[in-house]
């Protein structure tokens, strides 16, 4: 059977509008392989920031959030169109889906949702 790569996006990751992805936090210290996720912000040359609204939905999550993927929306109008490296993926068999996959409402983790 066929399979469809979704790469995620990682540290450095660009976006369609120019930007640079920035992971937050302590995941930027502690993880050799900085994976964005949903929250994290990219950052523009002109001083402007914007933040990844959708990601790998269920599919694969991090600290209660969405992973970032090439694809992922950005506030402003923006979205994620490479990543720095194109190794690092989630595997889908032809026509399998994941829950909300770029879906901006899966985009806050359990935790957020139930504090309001």
């Known amino acids: 059977m066929t399979q469809q790569a979704l790469y995620l996006a990682l ?3 660009r976006t369609l509008r120019g930007g ?4 937050q936090g302590k995941r930027a210290q502690d993880v050799k392989l900085r994976i964005a996720v949903v929250g994290d912000e990219v950052v523009y ?7 990844i609204t959708s990601g790998a939905g269920f599919g694969m999550m ?3 959030k969405p992973v970032a993927l090439v694809g992922s929306h950005v506030s402003g ?3 994620i ?5 194109d190794g690092a993926r989630i595997g889908l068999e032809h026509g399998q889906w994941i829950e909300g996959l770029f879906d901006p409402s899966y ?4 935790q957020e949702k139930s504090n309001g």
């Open 81 to 85: 169109v490479c990543s720095p490296d």
């Open 11 to 13: 540290e450095g990751a």
């Open 62 to 64: 991090f600290d209660g």
């Open 20 to 23: 640079v992805v920035r992971v």
């Open 45 to 51: 040359a002109d001083g402007r920031v914007g933040t």
């Open 107 to 110: 985009g806050l983790s359990q």
């Open 77 to 79: 109008d923006d979205r």
